[in-house]
T-cell receptor, first 116, second 116 residues
Framework: DAGVTQSPTHLIKTRGQQVTLRCSPK?????VSWYQQALGQGPQFIFQ???????QRGNFPDRFSGHQFPNYSSELNVNALLLGDSALYLC???????????????FGPGTRLLVL | AQKITQTQPGMFVQEKEAVTLDCTYD???????LFWYKQPSSGEMIFLIY??????QNATEGRYSLNFQKARKSANLVISASQLGDSAMYFC?????????????FGKGTKLTVNP
C-alpha cells in the first residue's frame, strides 16, 4: 500500500520565479492538504483540496495556489517566489466522511524548497 | 493566542527508559482531535497516536500512550522503553470541529534525544 508521495524532493529557485510541487495521496484517500514548515517551526496549513475544490485555506497570500486532479493527486504552485518561501512543503492526505480516527492526515516526505 | 503549546524545546532520555513530552491546547470547540507526529531528520511527519475529545479512555499505540487530561487541556505523549530510533522531533497537533478534514494546528515541537 503506497503512502503519500511528493516530488521533487529538493528544489532550488531564485526570487521571482514560479514553482510547482506535486503530491500523490495514499491509496483510498480523497483529500489533500498542504503545509509549509519553516526551519525550526511546526507546519503551517496552506490549503486543503477535496473533490477538486479548495475546501479550506490558511493565512497565505494568493501567490500560493493549488489544484486537485480527478485521481486525487494535487499540485501546489507558488508564484513570485520570495526568500521567505524557503521551507519544507508537506502534503498530507486523508479520507473524508469516515470516522474521525480514519480521517487522520498522513504526510508525505516533503519537498525542500530553497529560494536564493 | 497559541492553540498548541509545547514547552520543552528539547528532552533527553536514556535508552529503555520512559519519557513524557508535554502538550497543552486551547479551544472552545467541544469537538476536537489531538494528534502526535514524529519527524525524523528526513522530514516526513509520521503519525503516532490520536485522541478524540469524546474518547473516554486514553489512547495507546504500542509503546506510545497519550495522557489526556481534558480539564487541564493537556495531551502529553508518553513513550515507554525508549529506543535510539526514537530520536526525532515530536509535534503535537489539534484539529477542531466534527469533520475530520479540517486543518491541523501544530505546536513548535520537542526535540527528543535518546542516549545509549
Amino acid at each position: 500500500d503506497a503512502g503519500v508521495t511528493q516530488s521533487p524532493t529538493h528544489l532550488i529557485k531564485t526570487r521571482g520565479q514560479q514553482v510547482t510541487l506535486r503530491c500523490s495521496p495514499k491509496s483510498g484517500h480523497d483529500t489533500v492538504s498542504w503545509y509549509q514548515q519553516a526551519l525550526g517551526q511546526g507546519p503551517q496549513f496552506i490549503f486543503q483540496y477535496y473533490e477538486e475544490e479548495e475546501r479550506q485555506r490558511g493565512n497565505f497570500p494568493d501567490r500560493f495556489s493549488g489544484h486537485q486532479f480527478p485521481n486525487y493527486s494535487s499540485e501546489l504552485n507558488v508564484n513570485a517566489l520570495l526568500l521567505g518561501d524557503s521551507a519544507l512543503y508537506l502534503c498530507a492526505s486523508s479520507e473524508a466522511g469516515v470516522s474521525l480516527y480514519q480521517e487522520t492526515q498522513y504526510f508525505g516526505p516533503g519537498t525542500r524548497l530553497l529560494v536564493l | 493566542a497559541q492553540k498548541i503549546t509545547q514547552t520543552q524545546p528539547g528532552m533527553f532520555v536514556q535508552e529503555k527508559e520512559a519519557v513524557t513530552l508535554d502538550c497543552t491546547y486551547d479551544t472552545s470547540d467541544p469537538s476536537y482531535g489531538l494528534f502526535w507526529y514524529k519527524q525524523p531528520s528526513s522530514g516526513e511527519m509520521i503519525f503516532l497516536i490520536y485522541q478524540g475529545s469524546y474518547d473516554q479512555q486514553n489512547a495507546t499505540e504500542g509503546r506510545y500512550s497519550l495522557n489526556f487530561q481534558k480539564a487541564r487541556k493537556s495531551a502529553n505523549l508518553v513513550i515507554s522503553a525508549s529506543q535510539l530510533g526514537d530520536s526525532a522531533m515530536y509535534f503535537c497537533a489539534m484539529r477542531e470541529g466534527q469533520g475530520g478534514s479540517e486543518k491541523l494546528v501544530f505546536g513548535k515541537g520537542t526535540k527528543l534525544t535518546v542516549n545509549p
